[in-house]
């Protein structure tokens, strides 16, 4: 299966949306799990993760400045439930 995720992989991290990005992701997770890979294989497949992840993480931060942006003064934060 390490294989078939790497083949999915031709589209640069940079083109895909969040939701194909976490998709993506989410196979990686599951082929270094789940079979035992050659080395050179699994650190390939770890890297597109570690880019996967932080591309990710720039669009989630990029949505939170747009709804900063929009809401303005309204943003009210988001406050935890006291058990």
Same mark, same amino acid.
């Not at 993480?57 to 934060?77: C, N, R, T, W, Y």
């Given at each position: 299966?390490?294989?078939? &995720?790497?083949?999915?992989? $031709?589209?640069? *991290? #940079?083109? %895909?949306?969040? !939701?194909? &990005?976490?998709?993506?992701? $989410?196979?990686? *997770? #599951?082929? %270094?799990?789940? !079979?035992?890979?050659?080395?050179?294989?699994?650190?390939?497949?770890?890297?597109?993760?570690?880019?996967?992840?932080?591309?990710?993480?720039?669009?989630?931060?990029?949505?939170?400045?747009?709804?900063?942006?929009?809401?303005?003064?309204?943003?009210?934060?988001?406050?935890?439930?006291?058990?």
């Amino acid at each position: 299966m390490a294989k078939s &995720a790497a083949k999915k992989s $031709e589209k640069a *991290v #940079e083109e %895909l949306s969040y !939701e194909e &990005a976490v998709a993506e992701l $989410e196979g990686v *997770v #599951e082929s %270094l799990e789940g !079979e035992q890979s050659p080395l050179e294989d699994a650190m390939k497949l770890f890297e597109r993760g570690q880019a996967l992840a932080a591309h990710c993480s720039a669009l989630l931060e990029s949505a939170q400045l747009k709804v900063q942006k929009l809401a303005g003064d309204m943003l009210i934060p988001f406050e935890e439930e006291s058990e």
